[in-house]
């Protein structure tokens, strides 16, 4: 099969898709690209996530992903296996398994290397494969190249296809931004370019999409995040200048942005989680300055601290002390409206409460949502509440504490709420007295 047969096999939807790691990436993409009709195969080493993609359950929450999950294998487009020689029947290879930080603060390829292994067990001629994980610049080139290419003794660009295009929804809108974000390709050759492109449009033909080298889709990908990131730790830094003046960073934030557009400034919050907490690092190494980035993580992961210490000033002018108290936690995902907790700042929270020997409730409906708790039994006989996440089911709080007529501290990470709308004394990071 040359270079024509499988593009022609991919324009004629007559290929099918191996997707390598069906984690909170892998598994939305497989079943957007199985609901356009593309026959897909998630691998994944989790035996348990694949019984439970198997039995029809999404393993995590993503909006539309059990309907589309459902759907797509009831219609035999997609299936979940850890069966690697079905590797066999795939046209396509996307790869999308976890990239994190070891801990020297550089990426830790381990699944990247063991998912090229199992690829490389099964003929890969006249296949393209896509690196979809995040990875440090040159990863593509200098690392899954050279790798596949002495492993099986093939040439990348002539025997079979490579390309990278970096993942770049959030979670808790996956399926809906795979169909409209723009896709940054980087093949190895401009014939891995068109086919990685071809893949892409199947999820909308009317995607944007942009082909450059390898290395500048990677960077793309990265410099994504750490905009973001930075941008959030300058927020934070804005909300803690505010408190020292006694002001309010959300609403100067608020007055400085509106119809301004050089200025788009985000509010103070919690900033953490799988993707942002560590991407930045993946450019340190490269980079002439990399304090820059050091500095934002610094001040991002300090700022669980700073509301601690919030916190037990507030109890100290009512003549509390943290370690007696109750304190209820609410939110643990790493942000609104999702139910991963991974490097979750809210986590943080609750863990160091813990570390001051207080008595600690958690409460977040997205990461148990089957829990028999309701957020009126979690905060009913806390001396303190920390809303750690903006989840929109918080909103019911104020009623809450009147029904219950408690008047706890209350300490919002995001100023949910207007400081009259709560009975008890209210404090907002970003907002100074
Ligand atoms: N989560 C996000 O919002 C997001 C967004 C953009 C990019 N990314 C990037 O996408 C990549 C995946 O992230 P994720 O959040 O989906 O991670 P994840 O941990 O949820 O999923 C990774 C999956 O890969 C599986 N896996 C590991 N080794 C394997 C192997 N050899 N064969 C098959 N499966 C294997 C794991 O069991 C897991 O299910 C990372 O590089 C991440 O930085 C994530």
Redesign the pocket.
């Known amino acids: 099969m040359s270079y024509l047969e499988l593009l022609h096999k991919i324009i004629e939807n007559k290929f099918t898709l191996g997707v390598?790691?069906?984690?909170?990436?892998?598994l939305p993409l497989s079943v957007t690209f199985a609901q356009k009709g593309i026959n897909v195969i998630g691998?994944?080493?989790?035996d348990e996530?694949i019984k439970k993609v198997n039995s029809l359950t999404a393993p995590f929450f993503e909006p539309n992903l059990d309907i589309y999950l459902k759907e797509t294998m009831k219609s035999n487009k997609f299936s979940a296996t850890n069966d690697y020689s079905l590797l066999k029947n795939v046209d396509v290879i996307i790869i999308?398994?976890?990239?994190p930080l070891n801990e020297h603060f550089v990426p830790d390829y381990s699944?990247l290397f063991?998912?090229l292994d199992?690829i490389v067990q099964y003929p890969i001629k006249n296949k393209l494969i896509i690196l979809?994980?995040?990875s440090s610049p040159g990863t593509l080139e200098n690392i899954v190249k050279p790798y596949l290419e002495k492993k099986t003794n093939l040439k990348a660009g002539e025997d079979f296809y490579l390309a990278v295009c970096?993942?770049?929804?959030?979670?808790g809108k996956?399926i809906e931004e795979l169909q409209i974000l723009p896709e940054i390709i980087g093949g190895v050759t401009e014939t891995c370019s068109k086919l990685a492109s071809e893949i892409f449009r199947k999820l909308n033909s009317n995607k944007k999409i942009f082909v450059t080298t390898p290395k500048a889709a990677e960077l793309g990908k990265l410099f994504t995040n750490v905009y973001r990131y930075v941008n959030f730790a300058l927020a934070n830094e804005f909300g803690l200048i505010a408190e020292e003046h006694g002001e309010d960073a959300h609403e100067i934030i608020r007055i400085v942005n509106e119809d301004y557009n050089r200025c788009r400034i985000p509010t103070p919050g919690l900033t953490g989680g799988?993707?942002l907490s560590?991407?930045g690092y993946f450019l340190t190494q490269h980079m002439p300055f990399p304090e820059f980035i050091q500095m934002a993580s610094k001040l991002n992961e300090n700022i669980p601290n700073h509301i601690i210490k919030k916190l037990k000033k507030e109890l100290e002018r009512e003549g509390k002390i943290l370690t007696l108290c109750k304190v209820a936690v609410l939110g643990l995902a790493y942000k609104s409206g999702i139910d991963?907790t991974r490097l979750s700042p809210a986590v943080k929270i609750a863990d160091l409460l813990k570390d001051e020997g207080c008595e600690v409730k958690t409460y977040d409906p997205y990461v148990y949502p089957d829990s028999s708790n309701s957020l009126s039994d979690v905060v009913r006989d806390a001396d303190a509440i920390i809303i750690a996440v903006n989840h929109p089911e918080f909103k019911d709080l104020p009623s809450i504490l009147n029904v219950l007529n408690k008047e706890p501290i209350v300490i919002d990470c995001w100023k949910m709420f207007d400081e009259k709308e709560i009975k008890g004394r209210y404090i907002a990071f970003g907002k100074g007295k």
């Open positions: 390598i790691g069906i984690g909170r990436v892998g691998f994944d080493i989790n996530l999308t398994v976890g990239t699944q063991s998912a199992k979809r994980s995040t970096p993942e770049r929804i959030v979670e996956a799988p993707c560590k991407d991963d």
